[in-house]
């Protein structure tokens, strides 16, 4: 149970996910997205912190450097974001980043596809034969026409701890769909909450101390501890927070840094 005690404006979450072909060579152009069939590789992505001021940019209309523009193939999966140095294994993609780190190619968007429901879309990008030749692919990106990041992904750690790599050669197209789906969320605005008897509350408060909202924590089947809240993060991903029995809930920033949060009774 969620008890949300005031709303005003609304608020935006943009969620991503993609898909990756190959596609022989000898396939003309024209026919390529017609040659799909199953892809290579299916993943989520972390929409960074920039796509905000990207809709911003393009609400006020601002389409001539803001617009949607590369899917970008990168090597720097194993690089710090900073320094772009190689850290001997995968640095997992930050809502921070701003760039791509070690870009091989910026593959034009060729196609703006409508979704499944009016708030979702597609861009596609086609890399030619001879085009976005590289033996090592662990990183992907939305970029804007001036080069604004919206979108980063790092491939998946292999056994080795690095980021798995793929290949690009002048045997195949590479293919590149990207789902977006725009939704509301609610802001919510400071006021008293309402009386509550039993159960242990979550209350979110905001840095004027303003307890915003609060959300009831109720035993869920198949949680590792008697008391769990489920959540979803801006990726996607589904989790689970749990109380531990000295009330105090472990999760994981998006950065991978883990932390906790107190629990309080009403």
Known sequence: MVELLAADMPATCLVGTFSVWKVAADVPYEEVLTHLGEPLL???????????????????????????????????????QVFRLDQGARVPASIADTYIRRPEARIPIVVTEDGDKPNVWHYVAVARPHEALTPVINELGVETRNGTLISHYISEEDST???????????????IKWRYELTLALNITGSDLAPVSGGVYLPFTLANGVTIMTVLVEPRP?????RALYFQLSNGTAGTVDIQNNSTLLFTLSDGTPTNIEVTTP
Do not use: F
């Open 161 to 175: 701890g690095r980021a798995t790599r793929y290949v690009k050669t002048s045997l195949e197209y590479l293919i």
């Open 222 to 226: 198949g949680a590792s501890t008697t």
């Open 42 to 80: 299916e993943a989520k992505n972390l929409v960074v912190g920039n796509a905000l001021h990207v809709l911003v940019q393009l609400l006020r209309g601002n389409t001539e450097d803001y617009t949607p523009a590369y899917i970008t193939i990168g090597s720097g999966g194993d690089l710090d």
